[in-house]
């Protein structure tokens, strides 16, 4: 019986150990989604000739890009990042075309 007690007391102390998974809540996720490297961006080539007209000669290079903002409500920050990620690579970009970057905090 005492070894039984041993392995409650062991059990009990590793629990205390082990930190409570964090509460579920809503995250912000701000997600940056752009033309990869070897895709043409016609849109980037423009304004970057729209600034150099307005003297803004020290600029050499433009890309253009889309921002999003994605309010979503998830068990932990582990899960809002799985969401976000399949949320990208789903919709928000084309995986062709397009890399994506994001970064998930509490709202």
């Known amino acids: 019986m005492s070894k039984k007690k041993d392995?409650?007391?062991?059990?009990?102390?590793k629990a205390e150990k082990v930190k409570a998974?964090?509460?579920?809540g809503a995250f912000?996720?701000?997600?940056?989604?752009?033309?990869?490297?070897?895709?043409?961006?016609?849109?980037?080539?423009?304004i970057g000739g729209a600034l150099?007209?307005?003297?803004f000669d020290s600029?050499?290079?433009?890309?253009?890009g889309r921002f999003f903002q994605v309010t979503l409500t998830a068990a932990d920050p582990k899960t809002?990042?799985?969401q976000v990620d399949q949320m990208c690579s789903r919709l928000l970009a084309n995986p062709v075309i397009e890399t994506y970057s994001?970064?998930?905090?509490?709202?």
Request: zero cysteines; a positive charge; charged letters at 20%.
């Open 7 to 13: 392995n409650k007391k062991k059990t009990a102390s």
């Open 21 to 24: 998974p964090a509460k579920a």
């Open 28 to 46: 912000l996720a701000r997600v940056y989604v752009s033309l990869k490297p070897t895709v043409n961006d016609p849109e980037g080539i423009t």
């Open 52 to 55: 150099g007209s307005l003297g």
């Open 59 to 64: 600029v050499t290079g433009v890309r253009s």
């Open 80 to 82: 809002a990042v799985s």
């Open 102 to 107: 994001f970064e998930v905090v509490r709202a």
